[in-house]
Every structure is written in structure tokens, then in C-alpha cells.
């Protein structure tokens, strides 16, 4: 059974940089897509960026210029990072999979969530 | 971008009816739609993927339907775990877009 797990600071204050960490277990990162989703309080949904470990990332154009993610194919971990943060980037930060069905790719496996405060 | 589009944004439902969730595209998506379903406080889980394909595991009472712009979600006999927060997500181009969400609250 894959499991996801996020890891990282809930607190970062205004301007800095999120950074957060996403472990996969129970399968091997290399043949995936993987993505980030967030969700501010009482909203919905926002994906933010995917990336295939052996390809170029490819980010949310909302977000694009803020945002890097990077992955570790040895720790079999994928990484955020979203720069210059502002009260607006408060949410719950998901990792998820995407899953593959011939030519669908729908997030199969979530992680449970982090919850990043901007604030200072 | 694709914006998604979730009809209603909530509704009241008994346990044992039959309810019916609209997600509409703004433009044409074929069958690239996927539904989740997210309970308070945890992660959304997939419920049906290319617009009707039923996750593995999950009940029958889940379907969904639709091509193009429209799609829907039913659920055929609303049991109390069904309470929730349904999500749509276009999976055609990127960005991934969600619809806003519906809540099924019980009446």
C-alpha cells in the first residue's frame, strides 16, 4: 500500500520561503507523477505543480514564479518550495500521486495533509 | 485555464436518497474528469476517475457520467459515511483545476 507523508514547517513568516517534503513508502517514486494540491480554509482545491522524477516540473501558472519542486529518486522524497510568502499561502499542503490508467492520471494516493501558517 | 463549475455548492439529503451532483467545464474536457470524495479535517479520496470509472474497493452506489462539458455524480442510495464534501477535478490539460466542492449535509 503506497503512503504519502508531508513534512515541514506549519509557521513561516511573511516574504520567506515554504519549504515542505513529501515521503512516498510502500512503492517507488520513479514511475509517477507526483503532485502538490493546497487548500485554504473552507475553500477548495488548488493544484499547484507536478513533476516526473526523470522530467521538468510543470507548475500552476498562478503560482509559477514563486514556486520549485525538486525530487530525491535516493530517499524516494519530492520537495516544495513557494517563495515570497504572503498571508494568501496559508492552507493545508497536500503531496499526491497520480495515478495511471492508460491516459488518465487522477490522484490516487494523498498524503494527510500539513497545515502552513504565514505569519509573524 | 479550464474553470470548473459544481452545482449546487450544498445540499440536504436523508439517508437512502438518491442524490445528484453537476460539474460543468468551461470548455470541452472529452471524459478527463475525476471525482473525490474529502471528509473533515482528511485528505480527499478518489471516488471515480475518466468520468465513470469507479475507483477499486469502493461501493456501487457510487456512478458517475457525462462527456464533453457536463458530467455528474449520483449516488443511488445516500448512506451516513456519504456525508462529505464532493470534489470535480479536470485531468485534460494542465492545470488541474477542481470545482469548488459540494457539501451533502443531512437533513
Known amino acids: 500500500q503506497v503512503h504519502l507523508q508531508e513534512s515541514g514547517p506549519g509557521l513561516v513568516k511573511p516574504s520567506e520561503t515554504l519549504s515542505l517534503t513529501c515521503t512516498v513508502s510502500?512503492?517507488?517514486?520513479?514511475?509517477?507523477?507526483w503532485s502538490w494540491v493546497r487548500q485554504p480554509a473552507g475553500k477548495g482545491l488548488e493544484w499547484i505543480g507536478r513533476?516526473?522524477?526523470?522530467?521538468?516540473?510543470t507548475y500552476n501558472p498562478s503560482l509559477k514564479s514563486r514556486v520549485t519542486m525538486s525530487v530525491d529518486t535516493s530517499k524516494n522524497q519530492f520537495s516544495l518550495k513557494v517563495s515570497s510568502v504572503t498571508a494568501a499561502d496559508t492552507a493545508v499542503y497536500y503531496c499526491?500521486?497520480?495515478?495511471?490508467?492508460?491516459?488518465?492520471?487522477?490522484?490516487?494516493?494523498w498524503g494527510q495533509g500539513t497545515l502552513v501558517t504565514v505569519s509573524s | 485555464d479550464i474553470q470548473m463549475t459544481q452545482s449546487p455548492s450544498s445540499l440536504s439529503a436523508s439517508v437512502g436518497d438518491r442524490v445528484t451532483i453537476t460539474c460543468r467545464a468551461s470548455r470541452s474536457i472529452s471524459n478527463y474528469l475525476n471525482w473525490y470524495q474529502q471528509k473533515p479535517g482528511k485528505a480527499p479520496k478518489l471516488l471515480i476517475y475518466a468520468a465513470s470509472s469507479l475507483q477499486s474497493g469502493l461501493p456501487s452506489r457510487f456512478s458517475g457520467s457525462g462527456s464533453g462539458t457536463d458530467f455528474t455524480l449520483t449516488i443511488s442510495s445516500l448512506r451516513p459515511e456519504d456525508f462529505a464534501t464532493y470534489h470535480c477535478q479536470q485531468s485534460y490539460t494542465t492545470p488541474w483545476t477542481f470545482g469548488q466542492g459540494t457539501k451533502v449535509e443531512i437533513k
Open positions: 513533476l516526473y522524477p526523470s522530467g521538468s516540473p
Open positions: 510502500g512503492g517507488s517514486i520513479s514511475s509517477y507523477y
Open positions: 499526491a500521486r497520480e495515478g495511471r490508467s492508460g491516459s488518465y492520471y487522477p490522484f490516487d494516493y
